[in-house]
């Protein structure tokens, strides 16, 4: 939690969010730092959160398919700029049903008017057929636009065999939205590596600022 807090992001997005782990992190971050949170604690890994320092103007949490995530919007200098936080389930005992969560995430934030981020752990890769479907949607990867697509995510644990060899942690993102630099992190304990994904932003035309989805 240390390592996350050290980041400096405006917006974190936390997967198997724990009751433990959130109390860690709030003493991490300090007094009042990132004031606007939405969350769905779990001992178990379907636990999510979303913390921000900016203001959410609109949503909170939800069901998408069958896994809880966080669906806001948040006033990103007066861009309204939707940022939706994903889990899906891994496919290792039900392929079927993570391809049932992708179609799922694909149909919720399709032709979505605003500025959009999907992050997470996707559990999949450029190499999973699903995961593409859901690419077709629309959306672009920061890491491979920004010239990391072969960068590896997952397994993290140290005495693993083999090493790290495929991304599975993902920020996707709509017209509106310009990735300008992503850094991999290293969260102690994990078994993925973290990262902190920087962008730019343009107001749809007609948009408020601060204007929800529809």
Known sequence: MAALAATGAD??????????????????????DYPHRYQQLHASPSGIGLWSRLQITDGGVTTIGSRVSVDVVIDVGGVGTRVVALHPFPPTFNASGWEDELRAIGDHTANSPLPTLLVGDFNGSRWHPPFRDLLDHGWS?????????????????????????????????NDGVVPVRITDVTIPGSDHLGFVADYGFSRPAGQQAGQPAG
């Open 11 to 32: 917006v974190l997005v936390l997967v198997e969010f724990t009751p433990e782990l959130a109390e860690l992190l709030d003493r991490a971050v300090g007094d009042g």
């Open 141 to 173: 990867d920061a890491h491979e636009q920004l010239g990391h697509g072969f960068s590896a995510s997952w397994p993290m644990d140290e005495g693993w065999l083999p090493p790290p060899f495929v991304r599975l942690d993902h920020a996707l993102y």
